[in-house]
């Protein structure tokens, strides 16, 4: 069984098509990378998986079954912008996924901060954008989820700390469990891809391994990508 499709989904705001019929399918065990420009549609559609947006038309189901409360347990979502409180310490911020997600592990919270040089007495208000980043980014994959959905896991971190973020991802999802990661900085993250998925225009006008789009366009997948969408 999938562990996640997308039937003829179409998102429209104010009669603007954002979305328009898209259909994916996403594996168990597998590491996605939904790759698209600016403005492409990349937001809202893992805003309609995480039923934070609902559908005009079509249907998303998890693991056979209608987007819910019940696929919320299983989805560990990172969005793009954070939505912690600054007046919070971070160790504060590790209790509350504690109380709230009952496949939280604070252990392996704690672990990860050490990896990622953070400290747990540090208020989230004195921390740079890009330390704020990685602590979500910890509170994430310290979930024991089915599905990791990362929504520009990459954008406010240097170019020296984005290897040591992939291996993080790479390292700490469940066995298993599938990653869907969306950023328009696909050089930074293509070495851990299975899969990747193009999206244009509220269109998803791709959908392959990795490897195979490698094999088939002569080069990478950042430079397929660049071919396809030449301005």
Do not use: W
Not at 36 to 58: E, F, H, M
């Amino acid at each position: 069984m999938a562990l996640l499709e997308c039937r003829n989904v179409t998102k429209t705001f104010q009669n603007v098509t954002v979305l328009d019929n898209v259909s994916l399918t996403l594996e168990p065990g597998r590491i996605v990378g939904l790759l698209g420009r600016n403005g492409a549609g990349k937001t809202t559609l893992i805003k309609l998986i995480n039923d934070l947006l609902t559908p005009t038309s079509g249907e998303i189901l998890f693991e056979g079954k209608p987007i819910g409360p019940e696929s919320k347990a299983h989805i560990s979502f990172l969005p793009e912008h954070t939505y912690l409180d600054p007046g919070m310490k971070v160790r504060g911020t590790i209790k509350m996924f504690s109380d709230f997600y009952a496949d939280f592990n604070a252990d392996k919270a704690y672990e990860l901060l050490l990896d990622l040089q953070l400290k747990e007495d540090m208020y989230l208000s004195k921390m740079s954008k890009g330390m704020q980043e990685k602590l979500q980014l910890i509170l994430v994959m310290s979930r024991a989820a089915k599905l990791y959905i990362l929504d520009e896991p990459l954008g406010g971190v240097d170019p020296a700390t984005r290897d040591y973020i992939m291996d993080t991802i790479l390292n700490n999802f469940c066995e298993g469990a599938s990653v869907l990661l969306s950023t328009h900085l696909i050089a930074d993250i293509e070495r851990i891809l299975d899969d990747v998925l193009f999206i244009d225009n509220g269109r998803m006008v791709l959908q392959s391994p990795a490897d195979e789009l490698r094999a088939r366009e002569g080069g990478s997948v950042d430079q397929a990508f660049r071919r396809m969408f030449k301005c």
